[in-house]
């Protein structure tokens, strides 16, 4: 019932910036948490950024200063502003969900392309 709906990837130069959305319908809790994940070529997938209904946010290291996750609870979407892109944020990003006593649910992801 649950389904995650993404956008906004694709290819841009270092320093560039992209914005992924992420439409969710048929989340009955309102508890959930959203968050943003990717995975590169043959590494592990990882945390992004996460947010909360309650829109306490959360950020990787690696990512802090330059993304922002964003959500609007009345639409059921989230957003992930990228900017000053780096050739190692190339990966397949996905829209995750999760709500107590629920399994994740992942959206189908969007490819992010960061040339040098």
């Known amino acids: 019932q649950v389904q995650l709906e993404e956008s906004g990837g694709g290819s841009v130069q270092t320093g560039g910036s992209l914005r992924l959305s992420c439409v969710a319908s048929?989340?009955?809790?309102?508890?959930?948490?959203m968050g943003w994940y990717r995975q590169a070529p043959g590494k592990e997938r990882e945390v992004v950024a996460t947010?909360?209904?309650?829109?306490?946010?959360y950020y990787a290291e690696s990512v802090k200063g330059r993304f922002t996750i964003s959500r609007d609870n009345t639409e059921n979407t989230v957003y992930l502003q990228m900017n000053s892109l780096k050739p190692e944020d190339t990966a397949v990003y996905y829209c995750?969900?999760?709500?107590?006593?629920?399994?994740?649910?992942w959206g189908q992801g969007t490819q992010v392309t960061v040339s040098s």
């Open positions: 995750n969900t999760k709500a107590p006593y629920t399994p994740n649910f």
């Open positions: 947010i909360t209904s309650g829109l306490t946010t």
């Open positions: 048929g989340i009955m809790s309102d508890r959930h948490v």
